[in-house]
Every structure is written in structure tokens, then in C-alpha cells.
């Protein structure tokens, strides 16, 4: 079976390489195949043109996050700016016809005649790739954007842009469409202050969409605000007349208070380390709260390092040793052999690590994970020393934290006889696969998708309806445990739990191995009733703490089963929203068209059920993704956690938001 917009090939079609047509074979009419590839299959990009051909090998997309990358590479030049010390303001403008502006009062880009190219420098850095002041240390120590591909790779993904410069008491002109300059630099008249502002237009051939969002944008550079203390960015939205101004003299001390926000605190003031070696500036901020889960960020010159990285490890071994010293040292462990493991150290901890390293290795093109080997041992030798003096000056917070390290390591301990007993009985090692799991026949993981459904009934339609050869049912009975509000010892011993990670085969917490996933689409099912979307947000919830691999990798989706059925004669209609009900009623007209709300999974026939959910060339699915990691730490703790107040917020604010509800 194949997914939307997919199809076999055929004989008569063209077969094509990585080059995506650069290199063409066809089959001749006596099956011979036929070479067209000569000197002129070879091309020469010039200007932006490579941008504009290969889009997402500079942006990772042409979707909505795309778009809002093109705003990130623009600020993160005013950033780099504020990094040297020359910008204090940053205002990022949504204006009204469509456009985005950034405007910062740093130096301005220079404007002069460069003398190898005979060009404005302006014009240079705006249409050239690899060309900016990001590879010369005397002019930016520590910068975010080391590939110089940034606002020129803008320019090239816009329709028109546009950017002025003040500098030495005038401004400088120049406009671009498509990348390409509409006339050279211009001085236009005196100018007070100095900085730059770039306005542009996403180009709407290049990008699914070319409307910005608020909310994401205001996540980001709120984000940029607390990693850049003193420094002021202003986000603005003229479309809404929304205005949001964030600055923090803290930093990241306010970056961890605002992330546990709604949490209770085991210290109420966050434990703040920094220092500097080697041109590397270190800050850390961490606090403990009473929640079972660990939360550490960890970014690198502003860019959030995912993947982690050598100043994470560093990290993560001297929080290990110091407070396993500090244990055995003040007699805080009452056992000769009693020693923390780093994920007992870490239980409830939220974290900022921000390291200004001047020449960062990023692995990779997404620059997620820095491999620079010196920083493991600069970020090990601060905590090392800068935690241990701090323990043994607050012994009342040092004690409060060991113990909460403690009470986890008994728990993992316990979780660990709970797996070994539920080893022995064929569960969490997929030598004994759950009785109520109807498997595929497939054994290959990319192709196989396993269906988790709500409730025995819409189980049994989904085990008649499925393609047995790739499709995989497991029903759900009842809700998961709240993993927010669980140590690991009651989640293993949770048995729809145990089911679940049996099923799809990769364990579970230190034994966990995304590489034993048996399927690559783990597809969640319920109905579309206030139960089935408490079930929803418990699994996600899980999958996020728990096996976030997962949705890392893209294996776990949502499925999208129809709001209504809408008949008339004897023609059916599935529509899945409210406005796609309304408008397809308008166009039947209401003279004889029946309406059946679907409240559960079970109503459908296993026909239904397949042609409107589970059939791959006609279901809708999302996939399930991390956008923003804190941003959706912040959610799950909010919707799933202790705190009530934060909730109920949330509930008010967004009521009038709600379209459907099952009372």
C-alpha cells in the first residue's frame, strides 16, 4: 500500500538519480536503456540561484517552519551584533501587508566599496553566500551563523526585499527582487542613530505558506531575550495590534524561573554557575522542583543544541560525581555502597546550560550537537568546582536535593525488579508479544504501522477493516497512568503501559533501544470526545517523557477519524471539521441531507472505519513533532501536572476557542 501522492514506477518512465534529473535513463522500446547525460547535464548555479533551486538544503523546509526560519536567520545577525556588544534593541515587525521587519541599532552593515570586488559591501553580504563578517574572529568573537549563507539565503526565498543601513550620520538604500539587486547601493539622506532594517516578502513559489505566526515567532525570541540578558527585542504584529517587549537582566536564572513557573520549587532561588576559559564563556541555571522528570537545555552561541553534545556530557559528569562526593562526604548516605546514577541526580531538574564558545564544530548542518572536545572538560572543571562550593555553603538546599536523588534511585532500583520480573514473564523484551495485539505480517519496521485504539469495540472494527499485511491493532482499555505525576516504578508497573512498550518492542527507560522499534508509525486512534482526548494527551504525554525518540524520529502520528457523516440520496460524504461540514451542507442544500456525528470509533462499521482512518490513499494523519522542546515541556506540565491554577487559565483563555463539546 502507498500514501497519498505516492505510485509505483513504471516501464515507460524515467528513472532518476539523487541529481533529480541531471542524470536521465529511459527504456528503449527493446528494453535497452538509453544514457542522456553529457556536458550539458552539467550546471552552474550563479548567485542564488542554488538557494532557490534546493531550498530546504539551506532552510531544512518550505513549509511553515521554513518561513519562520527565514525570520531566525535575520535576527540571529542583530544577535550577533548584541554578542559583540554593539546592539542593546531588536524590533521584529509583522506589518500589514504580509511583509516582516527586523530593525536592531548596531553598526550597521558596512556600506563601503569592497576593493576586491568592486561592490558595496552591503551588497555583497546580502546576495553572496558565504560572505560576511562571521569568518573574521577580529569581527565577531562568538557568533550563531558561521556559514554565511543567513539573510542572503533570505533574500533568494524572497519576493522582494529591502534593506537600510545608517551609519557614520546617513542611510544606505538597496532593494532585491528574488535576490537580485534593483540598483546599487544608494545613499538617500542624513540619519540619526545607526543600525540596520531588512523588510522582506517570503516568496509565495517557494513556500507552502507565507503567513507569519505570532505565537511562534514570540516563543523564539523570548527564548533569544532570556539567553542575551539586558538585550531588548520588541515583537510586533500590526495585523492584530499585538505587542510583546522582552527583557530580562537575569537571564537564564529568569529563563529557569518562567520554565517552572507552574512546578513547586525545592529551592525557591535557582543555583547560578558561570565562568570563562579559553574564550568560552560558561552559565548555568538550575533548580530543582518536585516533579519526576529532568529538564535540561542546553545552546550553544543561541543556537539550542537537541542532539546535546560535549558541554552536555560535561555537564552531566560532574553533577554525577560532585553530588555523589557531597553524599558521601557530609554522611548523607547511609550505606557504604549506597552511589546516585546521573538520572537520579537529574530527577525534577530543569536546566539551562549557555555556553559562548568561539569556534563552535557543530555535527552535522542542522548544528544540533557540538562536538567540540575541549568544552566537555571547561564545562566538567566549572561544575566541579562552582556546585561543590555552593553545596557546601546552602547545606540546607544541598540536603533537600540529595535526598529528592535518593528517593529516585530507590525508585529506579524498584523499577528495575519490576522489569526483570516482567522480563521473566516474556513482557518489555518481545520474546512474548501482548495476547490482545493483532500483528502484521510484515516484519519489515519502515513499512509496518501499529494502530493504538481506544476501547475493545473500535479494536474489533479496526481488526476486521485493517491491511493485515502491514497494519497492527492494539485496543487500549481504559486510560494510562498520568506519567507526569508517576515515578518510573508505577509506570512500569502500569499494565496498559507494559502492553504498549511490548508491542512496539523498544523497552523502556535505561533499557530503551529505538532501534528494536517495530514499526515506524505508531499511530494513536480515539474518539473524538473529551475521553478520547484525555487518552490522546496521556499517550503523547508519555511518548514525550519517555520514548521522545520516537517522535524525534517521526513514528508517532495522530489519526483523524471523520466529525460527520453527511448523506443524501444515496451518496456519502466523511468531513473532518466543522467548517467543512457547513460548507458541504450549503452546497447540497438541507432538503434531504441527513447528518450523523461520529462521538466514538465504535459507530463505524470496519468499512468505514478503514475508508475514512485507516485506508493509507484516503486517510488524513499528523504526524507528531517538537517544534520548541521547552515550549512543550511547558504544555504537558501545565495540562497534565500538580498545579491546578495554571490549568484553569489556560481553560478560560482559550474556552471560546473550543468548536465542539461532548458534555
Known sequence: MLENGQRPWTGSEFYRDALDGDLMVEETSDGQRKEDYGAD?????????????????YIGSTDVRGLHHLVYEVVDNSIDEALAGYCSEIEVRINNDGTLSVEDN?????????????????????????????FDSSAYKVSGGLHGVGVSCVNGLSEWMEVRVKRVGREYYQKYLRGIPLEPVKMIGPAEGRGTKVTFLADSEIFETIEFEYDTLQMRMRELAFLNKGITIKLIDKRAEREDVFHYDGGIVEFV????????????????LEGEKDGVIVE???????????????????????????HMSGFKAAMTRTLNDYGRSSNIFKRIDENLSGEDTREGLTCIISCKVPEPQFEGQTKTKLGNSEVKGIVESLVNEKLSEFLLENPAVARGILEKSLQAARAREAARKARELTRRKGIFDGSGLPGKLADCSSRDPAKCEIYLVEGDSAGGSAKQGRD?????????????INVEKARLDKIVANKEIQTMVTAIGTSIAEEFDINKTRYHKIIIMTDADVDG??????????????????????????AQPPLYKIKKGKAEHYVYNEKAKDSLVAELGPHGTSLQRYKGLGEMNPIQLWETTMDPATRTLKRVTIEDAVAADEVFSMLMGEAVEPRREFIETHAREVTNLDI
Not at 493485515?468 to 494510562?480: E, M, N
Open 257 to 272: 524561573r518562567y520554565i517552572n513557573r507552574n512546578k513547586t520549587s525545592l529551592h525557591p532561588v535557582p543555583i547560578f
Open 533 to 558: 482526548a484525555h487518552i490522546r494527551t496521556l499517550l503523547l504525554t508519555f511518548f514525550f517523557r519517555y520514548m521522545r525518540a520516537l517522535i524525534e524520529s517521526g513514528y508517532i502520528y495522530v
Open 41 to 57: 547535464k552539467i550546471q552552474v548555479l550563479e548567485g542564488l540561484q542554488a538557494v532557490r533551486k534546493r531550498p530546504a538544503m
Open 284 to 310: 548555568i541555571a538550575m533548580q530543582y522542583t518536585d516533579v519526576y522528570i529532568e529538564n535540561v537545555f542546553s545552546f550553544v552561541n543561541n543556537i539550542n543544541t537537541h542532539e546535546g553534545g560535549t
Open 468 to 480: 493485515r499485511g502491514f497494519q497492527a491493532i492494539l485496543p487500549l482499555r481504559g486510560k494510562i
Open 106 to 134: 548596531g553598526r550597521g552593515i558596512p556600506v563601503e566599496i569592497h576593493s576586491k570586488y568592486g561592490k558595496s559591501a552591503l551588497e555583497i553580504a546580502m546576495t553572496v553566500l558565504h560572505a560576511g563578517g562571521k
